[in-house]
């Protein structure tokens, strides 16, 4: 990993990049789908799909690609990011949200400030950030390096449609989408709620992710490599 | 692999994770649809295609994820999995599917308990889930492993669209829509022909694989060619 | 490779799957799309690409997958099919194209036999077709073996929007969606012009290779880089 | 690579064929979608993601698969293309541009020559173009070889969509979409103000890219870890 200030850049620069796209193609679907929430939503989805995978790739080399407090949380408690780097991290992350979303104001002749008027709150909607988040961390923890970005990207994309909250599974996707009274907006007032939410799934993907990592550690223990162990454990069961 | 009780949590999960997955990109779709129903389908297939290969890979390491009683069915006659697995794994699928649809309505502000009451019966639908099945099966014996999630989740979105019935193709998928009216349900007294039609098809496929497997094994060993050493590998399981 | 038999089995059975799903989802498409064609033709893409890429893996190793008479004739040029499988191969493509659209109408609870009615034809559709198929054959001679499914499936999705015919790009695609009178069908009299567009297409993608080539094994003898050697490999089956 | 003839062949051809899918996609979409255009432009998307995909990797061990003055300028400052060639290769990726407009017309039965009159102008859309550019010469140079063709299509595929102008990206495709008065077409007054934003968004990408690199060399000499060494081998080129 780079040194410091090079990994906040890299953190900053992708997080703003992740919200321009999830606001950006949300304006652009909504523009173009007349009247059709469906079609804007799958406009929506297939740019965060292509654009998260990209920005993964892209950054993971520098920073790891957390763009995301609680995904930045997680690695603290794993002990992969210093807890030193937490503060530093969600700060940038934090600020690249919100550039990306004046960003795309920028580019699409709107205003640079505003504030989202829709609302996003009830049970429903704090189960479904709950879940989303819940899957995305477990995801994470789960795939192998290789293949974290597309598993991640893949993710996303479902958990647009499957849960219904549309999958923040960011605490500061919520707050970059905070600034853009658009497709992907949401007001200022359920931002608590969704990141309360999404901790908590956070939470619970970590611990569920400690109780099934026993038993493959003690599969694995005797082979070593970590492709092979695949073959070597579906071997076993014949 | 797992010891047996985190192996059955991983199929409990993943299971649930699929059908929350197909079950609520189509309650999701048909809301924002406008009664365009192709949009609607679209919106499934794409959440149900990330969200399958995400699962497959997840969960692989730990249950093989079959979320489906008819693979572990093919796995247990393949010998890959032991035949004293077959109930635990095929109870906890279906407890999953269950708790997966009424996971979806938690999240979408649905009644919890509730039956479906889309008829989906006659022959060309049994013929259909027969196909989907018979297709599935076959993807599963013949995958590379290191292929395999991208190929089942690849060849479900194409038979979302080539088969009549929309490819259930698991009877825990079928048995787990039975809990939810909505865009993917299907009422129970449909549930029975579809479940013989895809044990049908699954059989069918085996049958096929025995066959076309020969083959194979004779042509490698003089050949020597990489690709198919991959098959005479998968045999070994048998 | 398999032995005839078996190889004749793979690309029957092959063939007979791609049809269907080509067939399949435009009638699902089609049933469903409340008369936009750009929704239909979105539907049978995203099948299409995802069949075919299943299909090309899973019978690769057995009969190397060409569900298409163009691209057998190719490869009895290069000397990769022995001359004397050249028309058992396409007789199988055909009677498996066939029997691909008579399992849809079965599926789909339509009349089994059944001739299209939908004219293709004129200089525009026989340039789009002699473009697609230059295209795939271009494709399927450069592309590294790992790789060749997902490009072949990818490029067919972009033609299916790119040329003005929806690309079928086979001869065996023409004769089967002959059978059936739906979104893919093509009427009996606009077969030959189809055919023999996608013949030239096919030459001219084998002289371009050829002479590409060339100069990628001048340069590679030099250079000694992996990615060329890939080319220098294929050469040998010339 | 190949020797110059050849390469610019390659280039030619690469440039032609991705111009025929970026307009020929946008023909077939604007004709299909019944006025919407959001379907119009996911159609456009799909193909161009699938076919630039397909063509850098058909084209790349010749030519580099550059298709895009911008991305040849770039690799003349970074020292991968001989300063002697960036000439003939602008001129013939303009000229395949042009070419690829014409085929389109010639299969889509529209009149060979014409010039579109769609103005696309302003702020919004030059900083739109920027951030295009930038975003496409970052992927392209911070990719690992192996994964290049997929992240630039998936990059590609989301900027359609985040980027207020629908990301051309390219001096040559702005080029050559002026040949067409069809969806995808620009107006030749506006052309000027695209390439002067892409060309300033590619710089900034290679300033900041730059910067990073430092970083990542510094890290990778106490590290080891394969990813960063690929970072290290591109170094070299500059």
Same mark, same amino acid.
């Given at each position: 990993? $780079? ?33 059709? +929430? ?58 690249? +949200? ?73 605490? $500061?996707? +919520? ?29 619970? $993907? ?33």
């Amino acid at each position: 990993m $780079a040194d410091l200030p090079r990994r906040l850049i890299a953190e900053a620069l992708g997080t703003a990049l992740l919200l321009a796209v999830v606001i950006g193609s949300g304006v652009m679907g909504e523009r173009l789908a007349g009247g059709n +929430a469906a079609i804007a939503l799958l406009a929506n989805t297939l740019a965060t799909v292509g654009g998260l995978y990209v920005l993964i790739e892209v950054f993971g080399p520098l920073s790891g690609s957390h763009f995301n407090p609680a995904v930045s949380l997680v690695m603290v408690v794993r002990g992969v990011l210093p807890r030193s780097n937490l503060v530093p991290y969600i700060v940038v992350q934090l600020v690249g +949200a919100m550039l990306g979303a004046w960003l795309v104001h920028l580019m699409f002749d709107m205003k640079v400030f505003e504030l989202a008027a829709k609302v996003r709150s009830g049970t429903g909607q704090w189960i479904a950030e709950g879940v989303a988040t819940f899957g995305l961390i477990l995801v994470i923890l789960r795939a192998p390096a290789a293949r974290v970005a597309a598993m991640v990207a893949a993710y996303i994309g479902a958990a647009y449609w499957f849960t219904a909250s549309t999958s923040f599974a960011n605490p $500061a996707a +919520a707050f970059g989408r905070m600034f853009s009274d658009s497709f992907a907006g949401i007001a200022p007032a359920s931002v608590p709620g969704f990141v309360v939410a999404e901790i908590a799934g956070a939470m619970m $993907a970590l611990w569920l992710h400690g109780r099934l990592e026993k038993s493959a550690v003690a599969a694995t223990s005797s082979s070593g490599d970590p492709v092979s162990v695949n073959v070597v454990k579906e071997e076993r069961h014949g």
